[in-house]
């Protein structure tokens, strides 16, 4: 069989050599594993593997391929059927050891890729495709029409008003727990107050928030605080900054040649999906700021705008310390995407996705470096469903996964997860999935890691915090896989099934929780704003321990602490006690609300207001 030239071997084909070298190394390894031992739901099996034995094999197993690839041309068609081949045994493997329904059907799902990259996959014959600047397509020409624009600007401004009546709601009406708003509350007071964001109530003694999670980008927020000092400010800002997402999301959309109208319903799209709103759920949280800085950094990448880029990612960065994995994932792809668009790659995205990847991981070393030395650590125990060595380390979750990737996909589709895939999936018509450029499927890492691998139940629910980045990158996938097709009607069918089956989900979830705290505040406010006046007869220096639906609205003082979590010694140094009498979780580790009482008036405390169910003691 006739040689291809070394020059028309791609970087990318190398890439692809070493992915199906792995592929064969882990398979090769969990195929030796004793029977027993191969079960998924167990970790002894992978704890019996060795991650230097993968590794080597991959690159004997890469190299072998490479060498191929070089001298026989036949081997190129051979490569895109051996992923198939080699992924299948793996399946069979796995489904014989630990077989459910829906780990069949991601096979299954997996395989057909597979057979599309079988049948279309990158050939001997690859030559340099010119690419446009940033890879966008030429832009539609059409007159600019101003109502679409501002079609989107009232979208957004009525996402805002409905999400805000729905967390003002629940802070009027006492909703708001102490873990997590009651901290955020407090920390905003006293960055007002000192500039620093200290809080006692998160860890029952004054401390840094940042010694929990590293998260700087709180003070874009604090100049609209300092104007408007208030939780309520808190509240209504973050849809304010989730709705600022369809800014980058529009130009995203022009620069990849999508008309006005399909912007339009793009950014539609994005502000009914169910986990855009339903993420307020639980309040304010800086994962908010994800959502659009991603799309600044997608439209950054885009650009090949290395400024922008860099300031979009640092941006990112600082929104916590696991927000890295999101940047060096935007890198990787940025690396693969220069690698893969011709055999020499584009110089200037190879070196900004090497400067992704490597400033990300660097960021993340250094971040918990720093809490692990001068925090609190990092919370990694919710991946202990990958911890097989009991370090509970994140590295611990990488080496699984390379070792065994089928643990990834097994516990991608545990029962509690389907909904949750269901959830966001289907809103977005699964389009992020079709696609022929396979280096955009990197950008699915972040879902699969952050919400699908944790079996922390939070990180698969679409009313938390924890989706507004995958969420970020899902979108732009819509949208560029939307931009390639080039027949009109398609993405505009798409889109406008995707925002029926989206707002069917938006109805279903997250239209009820906005309905019962905008109308519950209405409905009963006198008795609300008697709560409200009971409460400010405690003076706003005085140290307070509350009950936890009343910790965001005592939040701004010096001393506060959770009645739950706080110690007997922070507790009786309180100049006031704010208990409920009617919730018995509160006061059990005192015997008690009786038990309670009967402590706090031994330490010479009065009762100074009881009100319904609302007591308060004080010195």
């Excluded at 040689?3 to 071997?9: D, G, T, Y």
């Excluded at 100049?223 to 999301?249: D, N, R």
């Excluded at 922390?456 to 931009?483: C, D, E, K, P, W």
Aim: hydrophobic fraction near 50%; include cysteine; proline fraction near 4%.
């Amino acid at each position: 069989m006739k040689p291809i030239e070394k020059s028309q071997l791609a970087s990318g084909a190398l890439l692809r050599h070493l992915l199906l070298g792995w592929l064969m190394a882990a398979t090769l390894e969990y195929a030796l594993l004793p029977q027993n031992l191969k079960p998924l739901t167990q970790l002894q099996g992978i704890a019996q593997m060795s991650l230097v034995r993968v590794l080597l094999f991959t690159l004997c197993f890469g190299g072998a391929f490479t060498f191929l690839s070089v001298n026989y041309s036949a081997f190129w068609k051979a490569e895109r059927w051996m992923f198939l081949g080699v992924f299948g045994l793996l399946s069979i493997l796995a489904l014989s050891a630990s077989y459910t329904t829906p780990f069949l059907l991601l096979c299954l799902l997996i395989l057909g890729i597979l057979v599309i990259y079988g049948l279309f996959g990158a050939s001997a014959a690859q030559k340099t495709k010119n690419v446009p600047r940033g890879g966008a397509l030429p832009p539609v020409l059409e007159k600019n029409c101003p109502v679409y624009a501002i079609s989107v600007g009232l979208m957004a401004l009525g996402f805002v008003i409905a999400v805000s009546a729905w967390t003002v709601g629940r802070y009027k009406t006492f909703s708001t727990p102490t873990f997590d708003f009651g901290i955020f509350a407090q920390m905003f007071h006293n960055m007002k107050e000192t500039g620093a964001p200290m809080t006692t109530v998160e860890r029952d003694g004054l401390l840094s928030h940042f010694a929990v999670h590293v998260s700087p980008i709180y003070y874009l927020m604090l100049p609209v605080y300092l104007l408007f000092p208030s939780p309520v400010t808190l509240q209504i800002l973050q849809p304010v900054i989730l709705a600022s997402a369809v800014i980058p999301l529009w130009l995203i959309g022009k620069r990849h040649g999508m008309s006005q109208l399909l912007r339009t319903l793009l950014c539609a799209l994005l502000l009914i999906l169910p986990v855009t709103a339903g993420g307020n759920y639980y309040d304010l949280h800086e994962n908010c700021f994800l959502l659009p800085l991603l799309l600044w950094l997608m439209y950054a990448v885009d650009r090949r705008s290395t400024v922008l880029t860099v300031i979009f990612a640092l941006l990112t960065l600082c929104v916590k310390e696991d927000a890295a994995v999101y940047v060096a994932i935007v890198g990787l792809y940025v690396l693969l995407r220069a690698l893969t668009d011709c055999p020499r790659g584009h110089k200037k995205e190879l070196w900004l996705g090497i400067g992704l990847l490597i400033g990300a991981l660097c960021w993340f070393m250094v971040v918990t470096w720093y809490l692990r030395t001068y925090g609190d650590g990092v919370m990694t125990n919710r991946y202990r469903n990958f911890n097989y060595d009991g370090s509970d380390s994140l590295i611990a979750v990488i080496k699984a996964t390379l070792m065994c990737p089928m643990k990834t996909l097994f516990e991608c589709v545990d029962k509690e997860k389907l909904t949750y895939i269901g959830q966001t999936v289907l809103p977005l018509m699964a389009i992020p999935l079709f696609t022929r450029r396979f280096d955009r499927y990197i950008l699915l890492i972040p879902y699969i890691l952050v919400n699908l691998m944790s079996d922390y139940t939070y990180q698969h629910n679409i009313l938390f915090q924890y989706n507004f980045g995958s969420t970020a990158l899902l979108v732009y996938l819509v949208a560029v896989n939307l931009a390639d097709l080039r027949r009109k009607l398609i993405p505009l069918c798409a889109l406008m099934a995707a925002i029926f089956v989206s707002a069917g989900f938006f109805f279903q979830n997250v239209a009820p929780q906005i309905q019962y705290y905008s109308t519950l505040y209405g409905q009963y406010t006198p008795y609300y704003e008697s709560v409200a006046d009971v409460l400010n007869t405690i003076p706003d220096d005085a140290s307070v321990t509350t009950h936890t639906f009343y910790g965001a609205y005592l939040s701004e003082r010096a001393v506060l602490y959770d009645l739950r979590y706080c110690s007997k010694e922070h507790l009786l140094s309180s100049d006031y006690v704010v208990i409920r009498s009617n919730t018995e979780a509160e006061v059990d580790r005192f015997g008690g609300f009786d038990a309670l009482c009967a402590l706090l008036e031994e330490q010479g405390y009065t009762l100074r207001t009881q009100s319904g169910t609302l007591v308060i003691y004080g010195k």
